[in-house]
């Protein structure tokens, strides 16, 4: 079923940022795009991570897995990071969720990550819930608060403690590496 953006009604319709030109919603962001901007201008892995946290529904999705490979290399050794998060985070971003197989299998291949490092990643796949929390006012220290229903909204200012939490889909590819890595390790 398509539903237009009328038919979602005039609180929604302000939320809804792309859309094909007859309306429908289904199929946003459905295809292979090109790199983010933002994504391509980010220069050390602390960025990277917090725009890959940041909202992770943002890009459209992508089939090229050696654009998560090139961006694991730009940032490699560039923060205090580890590097096995940093590919953490790509692996289960959306963005790549139907090319995982791929991209852990380039990222394996890249020499990017050492055995300790890929260990880790195996490790971090393997866990039955992955939940990464985070101070809220790393991403902003203001947010914005919509009623959708009456389409009212109001600047909320956040403190040091409010938290985060942001749970990972560990696609099915991922933990056949990590099982096969764990197994032969």
């Not at 393997?126 to 902003?140: C, K, N, W």
Request: net charge negative; with cysteine.
């Amino acid at each position: 079923m398509c539903l237009t953006t009328a038919e979602l009604g005039a609180g929604v319709r302000s939320l809804v940022l792309a859309g094909r030109q007859d309306g429908c919603t289904r199929g946003v962001g459905d295809h292979d795009s090109p790199p983010p901007k933002d994504l391509v201008a980010v220069n050390d892995a602390e960025e990277l991570c917090r725009q890959l946290l940041d909202t992770p529904w943002r890009w459209r999705r992508s089939t090229r897995h050696t654009e998560a490979v090139e961006l694991l290399g730009k940032v490699h050794g560039t923060g205090d990071l580890a590097t096995s998060f940093v590919a953490l985070l790509l692996c289960t971003c959306r963005r790549w969720d139907r090319v995982t197989a791929r991209l852990i299998a380039a990222i394996d291949d890249s020499g990017l990550l050492d055995d300790t490092d890929l260990d880790e990643l195996a490790e971090s796949f393997l866990v039955h819930e992955r939940v990464i929390s985070y101070p809220l006012t790393r991403l902003s220290p203001q947010w914005m608060d919509i009623d959708v229903a009456n389409g009212t909204s109001r600047a909320c200012t956040v403190d040091a403690d409010t938290l985060e939490h942001h749970r990972l889909s560990v696609e099915p590819p991922l933990r056949r590496w990590a099982s096969r890595r764990v197994l032969q390790g």
